[in-house]
């Protein structure tokens, strides 16, 4: 069973860069066809996908969010990591981390984020 967990600053300052951690449990992110996403939930707004890597180190971003952010993993420590550059109050929400293969999807708890002076 694939346990998620985030972690990373609950507030951030406008202009500065978001960085979030979602270190794996039960699981390695190198195991062959897992895809591994980080999804944001802005309040009063439905989910919103921002990225994704897979297990062979490919990066996939939302067009929308493309120029701002970043994933990458270290396998060392079985974790993947999200930064979001030139946050404003617009990027406040609720990240989760994702893990998804073919027939089962995992989610962290979710932190909240809120970008504010």
């Known amino acids: 069973q694939v346990q998620l967990q985030e972690s990373g600053p609950g507030l951030v300052k406008p202009s500065q860069t978001l960085s979030l951690t979602c270190t794996v449990s039960g699981g390695s992110i190198t195991t062959a066809n897992y895809c591994w996403s980080w999804i944001r939930q802005p309040p009063g707004k439905g989910l919103e996908w921002m990225g994704v890597?897979?297990?062979?180190?490919?990066?996939y971003y939302s067009a929308s969010l493309k120029s701002r952010t970043s994933i990458s993993r270290d396998t060392s420590k079985n974790t993947f990591s999200l930064q979001l550059s030139s946050v404003t109050p617009e990027d406040t929400a609720v990240y989760y981390c994702n893990a998804r293969e073919p027939i089962r999807e995992y989610w962290g708890q979710g932190t909240q984020v809120t970008v504010s002076s």
């Open positions: 890597l897979t297990y062979d180190g490919y990066t």
